[in-house]
């Protein structure tokens, strides 16, 4: 059985695009995004989500370093591909 599903993308009204998807991440990944939240709220002056986080860092990150080799990873390893978070909150 293929359990991969092409999300759906949307348009924003700001211009921007979105797409929903789940991926499974261990849990010292999720306590550093906690941590990449913790620097945009105190940076911003305002409670920041997890997905806000994830967000800024894949806006944040060098284009060149964000692109992966399509269709010969394994979704896991594209996943253990993503940035590593580091910085304090």
Same mark, same amino acid.
């Given at each position: 059985?293929?359990?991969?599903?092409?999300?759906?993308?949307?348009?924003?009204?700001?211009?921007?695009?979105?797409?929903?998807?789940?991926?499974?991440?261990?849990?010292?990944?999720?306590?550093? %995004?906690? =941590?990449?939240?913790?620097?945009?709220?105190? =940076?911003? =002056?305002?409670?920041?989500?997890?997905?806000?986080?994830?967000?800024?860092?894949?806006?944040?990150?060098?284009?060149?370093?964000?692109?992966?080799?399509?269709?010969? =990873?394994?979704?896991?390893?594209?996943?253990?591909? %993503?940035?590593?978070?580091?910085?304090?909150?």
């Amino acid at each position: 059985m293929n359990d991969r599903v092409t999300p759906t993308m949307h348009a924003t009204p700001d211009g921007e695009a979105e797409i929903s998807l789940v991926i499974r991440l261990p849990w010292e990944d999720v306590a550093r %995004l906690g =941590q990449e939240a913790g620097r945009l709220a105190s =940076q911003m =002056q305002r409670p920041v989500t997890l997905d806000e986080a994830v967000s800024n860092r894949l806006r944040t990150r060098p284009a060149a370093a964000a692109h992966a080799k399509p269709a010969e =990873q394994p979704a896991t390893a594209a996943v253990s591909a %993503l940035p590593r978070l580091t910085g304090t909150a």
